[in-house]
């Protein structure tokens, strides 16, 4: 069973930052490519940054230079450290495996909510 277990979201100003964390309970973390989604109201949920299993990050175009991710497989966490936030940010983030386990609310966890105003 996946647990996912992600926190750290607020309300910010623009340009703010803020550093999300997420404890995934789940079997071989250190093995697994990771990532961290955004869904915004309206939009489809999209990755945001991934991490490989060799610590190699990936970034969407628009967080390139602003978002880095990282991981701690002792405490089988992974963070993402955002700065230089934009309104266009706001949305629920999730950690989850890269690819996804699912599509499905199962595979999932509640996410955190990050809220960026101008």
């Known amino acids: 069973q996946v647990q996912l277990l992600e926190s750290g979201g607020g309300l910010v100003e623009a340009g703010g930052s803020l550093r999300l964390s997420c404890v995934a309970s789940i079997d071989m973390f250190s093995e697994k490519d990771m990532g961290w989604y955004r869904k915004a109201p309206g939009k489809q949920r999209e990755l945001v940054a991934g991490?490989?299993?060799?610590?190699?990050?990936k970034y969407a175009d628009s967080v390139k230079g602003r978002f880095t991710i990282s991981r701690d497989n002792a405490k089988k966490t992974l963070y993402l450290q955002m700065t230089g936030l934009k309104p266009e940010d706001t949305a629920q983030y999730y950690c989850n495996k890269d690819p996804p386990w699912g599509w499905g609310s199962e595979y999932w966890g509640q996410g955190t909510k990050v809220t960026v105003s101008s």
């Open positions: 991490i490989s299993s060799g610590n190699s990050g």
